[in-house]
């Protein structure tokens, strides 16, 4: 079975950076879709960004130019550049992978901004 094992939360203070990493045990990061995905405490988990297998990449509104998808296919992995935290970015982080209709989740990681 397919897992997917995030890392590289924590707590950073607004202003700061954070690189998220999730790593995937099956060999299929350059054929799927992968995307990263938060849950605000009380929220409903939504969409922060995603890279298809062609490369190209989607962001959130409220992500632009703050954060940045890329890929590592030859380590399984998709990265999650955090940049100029803000608070209400304050989340538990998800990564996903969807691959012919199948959507797998990480266990997620937890981002606290605050001073």
């Known amino acids: 079975q397919v897992r997917l094992v995030e890392s590289g939360g924590g707590l950073v203070q607004p202003g700061g950076s954070l690189r998220l990493s999730c790593v995937s045990s099956?060999?299929?990061?350059?054929?799927?879709?992968m995307g990263w995905y938060r849950q605000p405490p009380g929220k409903q988990r939504e969409l922060v960004a995603s890279?298809?297998?062609?490369?190209?990449?989607n962001y959130a509104d409220h992500v632009k130019g703050r954060f940045t998808i890329s890929r590592d296919i030859a380590k399984n992995t998709v990265y999650l550049q955090m940049n100029s935290l803000k608070p209400e970015d304050t989340a538990v982080y998800f990564c996903?992978?969807?691959?012919?209709?199948?959507?797998?989740w990480g266990q997620g990681t937890q981002v606290t901004v605050s001073s």
């Open positions: 099956g060999n299929i990061v350059s054929r799927a879709t």
């Open positions: 890279i298809s297998s062609s490369g190209s990449t």
């Open positions: 996903n992978e969807l691959f012919l209709g199948l959507s797998r």
